[in-house]
């Protein structure tokens, strides 16, 4: 343990007495410094995250303004993954989580698999209307199944492989595979069409993005649940008597309590608040708070229980740390800097169309473990592989739509690469050190998928 600390101390020290690379100011090579701290750190795990990021910022504060260090707690996606956390409290404390789940139980429970296939086509129906996915997979799908899992005696300090754990990471997998489908799925999709058109000249409307990636990400989205169950599978596997469980189940619970109506009609309020947030100009995580104070308002959820949250606090504390210095690293223009540096040592003219597309593919993903945001991603990556993929002359809409997926599934290497991934790690069901080998299990074969049925689709579609 004692190692793991030095270690996480002893590189970005190293980085500081580094000479500054060209392009670069001392400020941003000092917060470069910090930032490998924080991600080290994550990935090393000396201590739980909170107290690492917390670690990280403490020594960071000698070189680094420390307001600009805790800049990352007024960052709305930190306190939207905290709202999701409180959402599903309001589902455990009312009972509503209960009912559903065994409402799930009947409909899907005859399996362990035919469950987490049902949490896919779950999150596959709203993803058209939600383009927050963090609201769509952390705040209304994902606590409605945490809520099976326990009804299925599932818990993270108890029995977590029985079936919670693989209903967690599927939840995972499932948001960021369904964010490929829609052009309004994810909102950093609509950030990449804007590229394309920028600097690809190409304009792809909703139905082309939908059409160009229908194929392959419904594969994906049909593989996925199947392949982690292969990989990672529950203890849980058939339920042969999952009528039984939810009838038993619904009658314990009895009539529905006037709480329970409550919150459906509030969470109903909080999904049309959600898919219509561009319409309405109300940023999602107002919505997810307004959420909160009605259920607190209403006696739905106890503040008590709130502050017992350990998961929420956690997470709010290590993800709002890492968000604030990525934030502060890309106003510094390391990012852009990085990228410029990518471009400048890659010349892909001449290169075959397919080894191009499989280049810029690759590098699409390794860069992620760099990344703590995908609109971080998005915003600063994106636009150096369409300029290679420009200068190396390979048709523009497959390379929009190569890179477009990948920006949603290379989120699934870490648990910090997208805002949903801290909502669903922080449940403590799965160890950290798993989460990372089945995210890359998963992103390997989105890589080949895309890359072979992706690649077929798109030259039928007459796009190559």
């Not at 020594?59 to 905290?82: A, C, D, E, M, R």
């Not at 108890?158 to 909102?187: D, E, K, M, N, Q």
């Not at 329970?260 to 509030?266: G, S, Y």
């Not at 390379?399 to 997926?405: E, R």
């Amino acid at each position: 343990m004692i190692l793991r600390w030095i270690i996480l101390f002893a590189i970005p020290a190293l980085i500081m007495v580094m000479p500054v690379p060209e392009g670069l100011t001392q400020e941003a090579w000092n917060i470069f410094a910090v930032y490998a701290a924080a991600i080290i750190g994550l990935i090393l795990r000396p201590a739980g995250e909170a107290v690492v990021m917390l670690s990280v910022i403490a020594f960071g504060s000698f070189i680094v303004p420390v307001s600009k260090l805790l800049s990352g707690y007024g960052n709305g996606t930190v306190w939207l993954v905290f709202t999701a956390f409180l959402i599903t409290q309001a589902f455990a404390d009312t009972g509503l989580g209960r009912r559903v789940a065994y409402l799930m139980i009947d409909k899907f429970g005859s399996s362990s698999l035919g469950l987490v296939y049902g949490q896919m086509l779950t999150d596959l129906i709203l993803s058209p209307a939600t383009p927050s996915n963090t609201a769509r997979s952390g705040g209304i799908v994902y606590p409605i199944f945490r809520n099976v899992a326990s009804a299925l005696g599932s818990e993270p300090d108890s029995h977590p492989r029985r079936i919670g754990a693989y209903i967690t990471i599927c939840g995972y997998a499932a948001s960021l595979s369904t964010s490929a489908v829609f052009l309004t799925a994810c909102a950093p999709n609509a950030l990449t069409v804007s590229f394309a058109a920028d600097i690809l000249k190409t304009n792809i409307t909703w139905m082309d993005w939908f059409i160009g990636l229908a194929v392959p990400s419904l594969l994906v989205c049909a593989v996925v649940p199947w392949l982690i169950y292969k990989v990672y599978p529950p203890e849980l596997k058939e339920l042969p008597d999952h009528k039984r469980i939810a009838a038993e189940g619904l009658e314990e619970l009895g009539p529905m309590q006037n709480k329970e109506k409550l919150l459906v009609i509030f969470f109903v309020l909080a999904i049309l608040g959600w898919a219509t947030s561009s319409i309405t100009k109300i940023d999602g995580t107002a919505v997810a708070l307004l959420f909160f104070a009605c259920c607190a308002i209403f006696k739905l959820i106890s503040w008590k229980n709130v502050l017992s949250n350990n998961g929420a606090w956690n997470t709010l504390i290590w993800y709002g740390a890492i968000i604030g210095i990525s934030g502060i690293l890309s106003k510094a223009k390391f990012f852009t800097w990085l990228a410029d540096m990518v471009a400048e040592s890659m010349n892909l003219a001449g290169v075959n169309v397919i080894a191009v597309f499989a280049i810029l593919l690759i590098v699409s993903i390794l860069v992620r473990y760099v990344f703590a945001s995908m609109g971080a991603y998005v915003g600063a990556f994106i636009p150096v592989l369409f300029t290679l993929g420009l200068v190396a002359e390979v048709p523009p809409m497959p390379l929009a739509l190569l890179i477009g997926a990948s920006s949603a599934y290379g989120c699934l290497l870490t648990h910090y690469g997208g805002a949903v991934g801290p909502i669903l790690f922080g449940t403590g069901y799965v160890p950290q050190k798993t989460w990372w080998k089945i995210g890359a299990v998963v992103v390997a074969f989105n890589f080949v998928v895309y890359m072979t049925v992706g690649i077929a689709y798109w030259k039928v579609l007459g796009l190559m």
